[in-house]
């Protein structure tokens, strides 16, 4: 681009992503020894630009460079669908792996900028994405299926902000229990997850090592009563106890505290946690913000391409689940460098409106915080 040409608003919503880095990874792989023009740079360019648009496949994608401006973003005028098949079969995830990463601390800067950081609420979970058997052998799960699983962390700073912190891509015979000690590796953040990682001894393992966490318990988990505790009367919820879990032959040997809680259906949950510092209402409050999870996987599969993959092996698939969660740690970077209050789909909304236009006329949409 001319130092005289105004940055366009895909160049200021992409300046955050270090480019030096993923060159040096991709010199040190000899990623692009007989490139000349799809370097890894211009394919993370184009990636980032068909998960913004929801790209079906990589002929749409090729044929968007039919396309001036994105010409000259990218610095050649065509590209064919082949072409853009290899290099997708080719580039290390390890590079967009590190790349997304790096989104992640700058997300993390922001968030000890703010006064009176409360111990991070961290919730884990994971979401199945489902796969042709005939093309996608390597993900086999069932007789009849197969798929690949994205276990996540999710970092819950409020209502309003919610970043990935740590992603985890497997075939979806995986069980999510496997990868929770990947997944908690803070003992200054307040874990939550659902009832498929139940593990008494795992439960154990983590309080004696201080990590907090809560959970919900299993219908038919068993339990015996320690204490039951005092509820104001205003509180919510229905009962308060210190416990042990688990029978004779399955059980953990640390107590814990069961807070008995309603659903919106009127269905009792059973609140597991090593927290006995919370009110019996707050212990409720955070295990209501897992949800934030699912929103965000019913975000990323609404608003970005990872329900159709440009590409058949286990390499393109994570290469292609690592620039969806690029593309949402960019907009949550300009969600905060603008203090917006915006709604994530309106920033990509009004990306795509000015994509190509001076980045300043982008922004300035931001400037008005009235509306949601």
Same mark, same amino acid.
């Given at each position: 681009?001319?130092?005289?040409?105004?940055?366009?608003?895909?160049?200021?919503?992409?300046?955050?992503?270090?480019?030096?880095?993923?060159?040096?990874?991709?010199? *040190? !792989?000899?990623?692009?020894?007989?490139? +000349?023009?799809?370097? &890894?740079? %211009?394919?993370? @360019?184009?990636? =980032?630009?068909?998960?913004?648009?929801?790209?079906?496949?990589?002929?749409?994608?090729?044929?968007?460079?039919?396309?001036?401006?994105?010409?000259?973003?990218?610095?050649?005028?065509?590209?064919?669908?082949?072409?853009?098949?290899?290099?997708?079969?080719?580039?290390?995830?390890?590079?967009?792996?590190?790349?997304?990463?790096?989104?992640?601390?700058?997300?993390?800067?922001?968030?000890?900028?703010?006064?009176?950081?409360?111990?991070?609420?961290?919730?884990?979970?994971?979401?199945?994405?489902?796969? *042709? !058997?005939?093309?996608?052998?390597?993900? +086999?799960?069932?007789? &009849?299926? %197969?798929?690949? @699983?994205?276990? =996540?962390?999710?970092?819950?700073?409020?209502?309003?902000?919610?970043?990935?912190?740590?992603?985890?891509?497997?075939?979806?015979?995986?069980?999510?229990?496997?990868?929770?000690?990947?997944?908690?590796?803070?003992?200054?953040?307040?874990?939550?997850?659902?009832?498929?990682?139940?593990?008494?001894?795992?439960?154990?393992?983590?309080?004696?090592?201080?990590?907090?966490?809560?959970?919900?318990?299993?219908?038919?988990?068993?339990?015996?009563?320690?204490?039951?505790?005092?509820?104001?009367?205003?509180?919510?919820?229905?009962?308060?106890?210190?416990?042990?879990?688990?029978? &004779?032959?399955?059980?953990?040997?640390?107590?814990?505290?069961?807070?008995?809680?309603?659903?919106?259906?009127?269905?009792?949950?059973?609140?597991?946690?090593?927290?006995?510092?919370?009110?019996?209402?707050?212990?409720?409050?955070?295990?209501?913000?897992?949800?934030?999870?699912?929103?965000?996987?019913?975000?990323?599969?609404?608003?970005?391409?990872?329900?159709?993959?440009?590409?058949?092996?286990?390499?393109?698939?994570?290469?292609?689940?690592?620039?969806?969660?690029?593309?949402?740690?960019?907009?949550?970077?300009?969600?905060?460098?603008?203090?917006?209050?915006?709604?994530?789909?309106?920033?990509?909304?009004?990306?795509?409106?000015?994509?190509?236009?001076?980045?300043?006329?982008?922004?300035?949409?931001?400037?008005?915080?009235?509306?949601?």
């Amino acid at each position: 681009m001319d130092k005289n040409t105004p940055l366009s608003s895909f160049s200021k919503w992409i300046s955050p992503i270090h480019f030096k880095k993923a060159f040096e990874q991709t010199e *040190n !792989l000899k990623q692009d020894y007989y490139t +000349k023009k799809l370097t &890894t740079e %211009a394919y993370i @360019k184009m990636l =980032l630009f068909a998960q913004l648009h929801e790209t079906e496949s990589l002929q749409a994608m090729s044929d968007a460079l039919l396309d001036d401006d994105f010409q000259k973003t990218l610095g050649f005028d065509s590209i064919s669908a082949s072409q853009l098949s290899r290099k997708n079969n080719e580039v290390a995830p390890t590079i967009l792996a590190t790349l997304f990463l790096d989104l992640v601390c700058q997300i993390k800067a922001f968030h000890k900028k703010q006064p009176n950081a409360s111990m991070p609420l961290k919730v884990i979970d994971s979401s199945t994405l489902p796969l *042709n !058997l005939t093309n996608y052998k390597w993900a +086999k799960f069932r007789k &009849t299926k %197969a798929g690949a @699983k994205l276990h =996540l962390k999710l970092v819950f700073m409020d209502k309003h902000t919610v970043y990935p912190e740590k992603a985890v891509i497997t075939p979806a015979k995986e069980h999510d229990r496997n990868q929770l000690e990947i997944l908690v590796d803070d003992k200054e953040a307040m874990y939550v997850f659902d009832r498929g990682y139940v593990d008494y001894e795992r439960f154990d393992r983590m309080t004696d090592e201080g990590y907090f966490f809560a959970s919900r318990l299993k219908k038919n988990a068993v339990i015996r009563e320690v204490h039951s505790f005092s509820l104001p009367p205003e509180s919510a919820v229905l009962s308060d106890k210190m416990v042990y879990i688990g029978s &004779t032959q399955n059980r953990a040997e640390n107590v814990f505290r069961l807070v008995e809680v309603e659903d919106t259906k009127g269905n009792v949950l059973r609140l597991i946690t090593n927290r006995f510092d919370l009110s019996a209402d707050e212990i409720s409050d955070i295990y209501r913000s897992r949800w934030a999870i699912e929103l965000f996987f019913k975000w990323l599969k609404q608003h970005v391409e990872i329900k159709h993959f440009y590409g058949m092996s286990e390499t393109a698939l994570q290469n292609q689940i690592y620039i969806a969660l690029i593309t949402y740690c960019l907009h949550v970077l300009i969600q905060l460098e603008t203090k917006s209050k915006r709604s994530l789909l309106r920033i990509s909304r009004w990306l795509k409106a000015a994509l190509w236009k001076p980045a300043y006329l982008w922004l300035r949409r931001f400037e008005n915080q009235t509306v949601p």
